[in-house]
């Protein structure tokens, strides 16, 4: 047993690769130390993390963080849509005689590993276009008019959308067309936003409207989408719609101003066609499309956080909205697939009291509290134990609550209640 004194501080050399038992990671794991640490009876015990090695190798896009879900005539939810919802259905297949039985999801797994941003704009257009061409070759994709009879004015309008010069129209007399949903991008690097639209001849009418959802907040923050806060996360009972990010996408008749998050909303006119040339197509760039809210954050995972859950508490977690047992927060400096060497001016120490340490619960997690996939790569870090005498350091502030700081500190205290009053400090 190593037994503390005043003048002797003991240093523990921790390495993930030293941990015991089966089935456990990098992220959570056990060490048993083989001397445990005391101190004397009239002694207390503080321990601090002094030094750490950890690896910047979990993936941007991880098993957590890979999964799209797109929708497609969603006539209950999409409020635009909902005034077109009781229009009819001509040639109708079996079985679905509505508009809104015509509502069709997709679902795309991207594959993991780091990613910049145009990268991961590839991947998730190449998933995403082969996923609506199969769904396509087994019920074709139906994009529904907003009025009826060939010479409606909105149909006309929503012809017009569909074939523009330049493209060969598809002449029919039906209150829908068919098309299989195909997406493209832009990624505006002055904005750090991004733009995904469709640019198939139903995403340029006005409903073909569909959204788009990431589950996982870390993927939805590297499209900059909105995304949930962490305490919503932890909430259990809340619906998926909300636990994850979904965007809905907007069409150039349903928006009169002149941008869109940033962007330019590009609208057909009579006399032009708005189109870029990508390779041998031609891409038409108005239509139906989802912005970016926020910046594009390739970092989600910008720091990691060092856990000992057997030792004392010793800060306050905004995340828990409690105590919680937090050693360090550890920036991640050096870039994807690299190491981060911390040694802190300014080290987190936790006050343990007489407590006999014989083993040590570590975790490393994300600012969220989920565990970090490190793939199999080990960390190590450094955790100094000192001994002090009672009364020598504070277990806590004199004035736990700030009650009488804050006090003090009040308005009233600080400046006379009324004009014309002189004191020491103040002289109108």
């Not at 640019?199 to 340029?204: I, K, N, Q, S």
Request: net charge negative; proline share 5%; aromatic share 10%.
């Amino acid at each position: 047993m190593v037994k503390l004194t005043l003048d002797k501080p003991y240093t523990v050399h921790a390495r993930s690769m030293d941990r015991v038992g089966v089935g456990l990671t990098p992220s959570s794991y056990k060490l048993v130390l083989n001397d445990p640490i005391s101190c004397d009876n009239h002694h207390y015990m503080k321990c601090t993390l002094v030094s750490a090695k950890v690896p910047s190798t979990f993936y941007t896009v991880d098993t957590r963080n890979k999964q799209l879900t797109l929708e497609f005539n969603n006539f209950t939810d999409f409020s635009y849509m909902q005034q077109y919802a009781h229009l009819g259905v001509d040639s109708p297949v079996t079985g679905k005689t509505a508009r809104a039985d015509y509502k069709r999801t997709v679902s795309v797994t991207l594959q993991e590993g780091n990613y910049n941003i145009e990268e991961l704009m590839a991947e998730v257009k190449v998933k995403v276009n082969a996923a609506c061409a199969e769904e396509h070759a087994t019920e074709a994709f139906r994009t529904f008019m907003r009025g009826e009879g060939v010479g409606n004015a909105l149909r006309v309008e929503d012809m017009a959308d569909a074939y523009p010069p330049g493209t060969t129209p598809v002449l029919t007399t039906h209150s829908h067309i068919e098309s299989a949903p195909e997406f493209h991008w832009e990624y505006s690097k002055t904005l750090n936003k991004i733009r995904l639209y469709r640019h198939d001849a139903g995403g340029r009418m006005a409903l073909g409207k569909w959204s788009i959802m990431t589950a996982g907040p870390k993927l939805g923050m590297c499209l900059g989408f909105n995304t949930p806060t962490a305490q919503q996360l932890k909430q259990e009972n809340l619906p998926d719609s909300i636990r994850t990010s979904k965007m809905v996408s907007t069409h150039y008749l349903e928006w009169t101003e002149p941008e869109y998050y940033g962007f330019q909303i590009i609208k057909r006119t009579a006399t032009s066609t708005p189109s870029v040339e990508v390779g041998s197509d031609t891409i038409y760039t108005y239509g139906h499309t989802v912005n970016s809210e926020n910046c594009v954050n390739m970092f989600a995972n910008d720091s990691v956080y060092v856990r000992i859950s057997n030792l004392s508490t010793n800060a306050y977690e905004t995340l828990y909205g409690g105590s919680t047992n937090v050693m360090a927060v550890i920036p991640m400096y050096a870039g994807q697939s690299s190491e981060n060497f911390h040694s802190p001016n300014n080290p987190t120490s936790c006050n343990i009291g007489r407590q006999l340490v014989s083993e040590l619960d570590i975790q490393l997690t994300d600012a969220t509290g989920v565990l970090l996939d490190f793939h199999g790569v080990e960390h190590e870090f450094q955790l100094e134990f000192e001994a002090f005498e009672q009364g020598t350091r504070h277990n806590k502030p004199s004035d736990p609550q700030y009650i009488q700081e804050n006090f003090m500190k009040t308005f009233s205290n600080l400046v006379p209640a009324a004009y014309g009053r002189h004191n020491s400090a103040y002289v109108e």
